[in-house]
């Protein structure tokens, strides 16, 4: 209730008592129950009949208090949710101080996720109407530059991303238009780009290697995550295992059943990687994280998981992402591969070794 309208509902009681202010009480009484047949209106409650009770009080908080006690008194609560204590209040502006650029939904779901909202949690236009009254969230625009990284030098971190375009006559046939390109975070330059019919590691690749041979090789790239609808991503950083534990492990981080010898486990992950390739539809893409500390035991057991079929077939991707050591193992495995600047080797092992000794292929 605004200032305006108590001060109109104290007015319209003061009309009500002020005639009898000096009479004795006998002549009080009989006025008041005179008034109590009578309808009165008062702002925001509209016409309201007002008992003797009523009006005493009223005459007690005016001798009292003056013209202020006529005024309807003010919740304790008002501005304020029943389910929110003044705790969880002061935890709201603590937490709209430390990030004072979040949107009131941000807002919610981070409290709503520590519990501070109550129980069952209150909603979140109560929430909204709160921060907006108290003014806890900033309603101006942005001063300072934001970007979502910020490099110091070129080639440090690169960003890449996929556009989907318009549909586009391609051998004969409609197919989308997508774009993937690579962006320097410091100078904000495009480094590589091309126009591919699929968001796939293949389309990646071209560009990769377009930006390297232009540009030299970044520290680090981010790139969007793989399209859930034709890649399933599995990600170890445990390269150390010995060559069994290796394929124990590839069998469980694929969710199949324990095997007891190792020809049953080979045949198991194969067979999941052509089930997921030809009945679902997805591509099995395996990343080996610190493959530096791959021995050359692992790196032959890998290779043989892949003899089955024609080399020319590719039920699955596997990413090994090492330090420059990576290399040196490389080549001792297979001397035929040699010296690369790049300290990341993807490649497709479902090919020959021998013939599929590029880095970032």
Known sequence: MDKDIRESIALTRFQIISPILAEPKRAQNDYFREQAGKEHIFARYGTRRISV???????KAYRKKGFDGLKPKTRT??????????????TIAIKCKAYPYWTAQMLYEDLKRQGVLGEPPIHYNTLLRLVKEHGFLSTGSRSDVRKAFEQDNVNELWVCDFMHGPSVKCVGRSAKAILCAIIDDHSRMVVGHAFQTSETISALTLVLKEAFLTHGICKRLYVDGLNENIYRTFYTPLSTLRRADLLCHINRLMGLGHRVSKSAVYQQIQKAFIESKEQV???????IDEAHLLQTGPLEELRLLTNFKMDSYDPFIL???????????????????????????????????????????
């Open 77 to 90: 609560d008002c501005g304020r949710p029943k389910r929110l204590d003044d705790d969880s209040i002061k």
């Open 281 to 287: 539809g997805k591509t099995i893409f395996l990343i």
């Open 319 to 361: 990413v090994l992402s090492g330090q420059s050591d990576l290399r040196r193992t490389m080549s001792s495995w297979n001397p035929s591969i040699s010296a690369s600047p790049f300290d990341i080797i993807c490649r497709d092992w479902t090919r020959s070794r021998a013939s599929n000794t590029s880095n970032i292929t």
């Open 53 to 59: 009770s009523a009006m005493k009080a009223w005459l």
